[in-house]
């Protein structure tokens, strides 16, 4: 039926279809199974997790889509050639998850693949992009994640845009995810394909190592360095996801991991087990004043001020006259902090202080700012025009 219909429907498509506008006016924020489970997911997994994030605090934040990532599906399409789920695993279906999801009041949101297979080997959508929209759309999906394995020679402007069309006329208005890894630097062209792209390989569990495909997030922060000129309301860069709260960060890594992605104006997709969650990872990520930063409507990506050895700063233009201002030391070693509010070129007048994580306000920036900062930790601090 679904098979039929997609023909129609590509027959009667638009040649010039654009990818719907406004759904992302701010960074994306929720959760993604990848990071921990990978492919070992099932229906009542995702559940637990849903009520996992309502529980702790996470949905009240701001975390609203619920994305299940590569393995949700069974090995093979169906005869008229449907994506259908592991029946094991997702024994009621994927209309069924989201009516769940929707109904807890999150936001449904599904991988697949660009290419013929996803990358752990299940059906990708390479040939049946209308079919599998039509598919997303009749499910409730609100959120597509399309990655780039098994791509083969493909283009991938014209083969992400080709899943746009077909979201668009399939008729729901889907965020739109680009996971192709940064590889064809699709900041320069995929604004009007997606709400979002990747912008390097994937993210590791980790500070600075590096793996054969990932990277820890401090590499990953020195791409993005030079990217903010293409970031904006409903076109993010996107540096993966979060790996707040898993084991092989500190939690002074932490904090500076969220801190960072959310001076990015990055997507914000927690990657750890909310069923699991410590109350020290659940206060970094539910920290309001933080994701406000994130949040902010002006949707400027912060640039990287000045690097010195021990020593980063960076700054985040904000609504209002504001800016966010970011100081990490990415050390093995305490530094101390002596800032001369002068010497920050990008601000004009006085300002009050606002320390973040401390909660606490610092007066005004007529007065040097002095404060010791352990190794991988940040000072993050809020600027608000005194006469605000």
Known sequence: MLKTLAMAVLALAPLAAQKFEGLAPTPPMGWNSWNTFQAKISES???????????????????RYVVVDDGWEAPERDAQGNLVPDPARFPHGMKALGDYLHAKGFKFGIHNDAGTKTCGGLPGGRGHEFQDALA????????????????????????????????????RPIVFSLCEWGDT???????????????????????????????????????????????????????????????????????????????????????????KMSEDTRQVLTNREVIALNQDPLGKQATRFM??????????????????????????????????????????????????????????????????????????????PAGL
Request: hydrophobic share 40%.
């Open 45 to 63: 997994l995702i559940k637990e997790a849903a009520d996992a994030l309502a529980s702790s605090g996470m949905q009240a934040a701001g975390y």
């Open 136 to 171: 997303y759309a009749s499910w409730g999906v609100d959120y597509l994640k399309y990655d780039w394995c098994n791509h083969g020679t493909a283009n991938s402007q014209e083969t992400y845009k080709t899943m746009r069309d077909a979201i668009r006329t399939a008729g």
């Open 185 to 275: 630097k699709p900041w320069t062209w995929a604004k009007d394909t997606g709400h979002l792209w990747r912008t390097t390989g994937d993210i590791m569990d980790c500070y600075d190592c590096q793996g054969a495909y990932s990277l820890g997030w401090k590499f990953i922060l020195e791409i993005e360095a030079d990217l903010a000129q293409y970031a904006g309301p409903d076109h993010w860069n996107d540096p993966d996801m979060l790996e707040v709260g898993n084991p092989g960060q500190t939690p002074a890594e932490s904090r500076a991991h969220f801190t960072l992605w959310s001076m990015l104006a990055a997507p914000l997709m927690a990657g750890n087990d909310p069923r």
């Open 307 to 384: 690097k010195h050895v021990g020593k980063q700063i960076w700054a985040k233009e904000l609504a209002n006259g504001e800016w966010a201002v970011c100081f990490f030391n990415d050390s093995d070693a305490t530094v101390q902090l002596r800032i001369d509010w002068a010497n920050l070129t990008f601000l004009k007048g006085t300002y009050r202080i606002r320390d973040i994580w401390q909660k606490k306000d610092l007066g005004r920036t007529t007065t040097a700012l002095e404060a010791p900062l352990a190794p991988h930790d940040v000072v993050l601090v809020r600027l608000s």
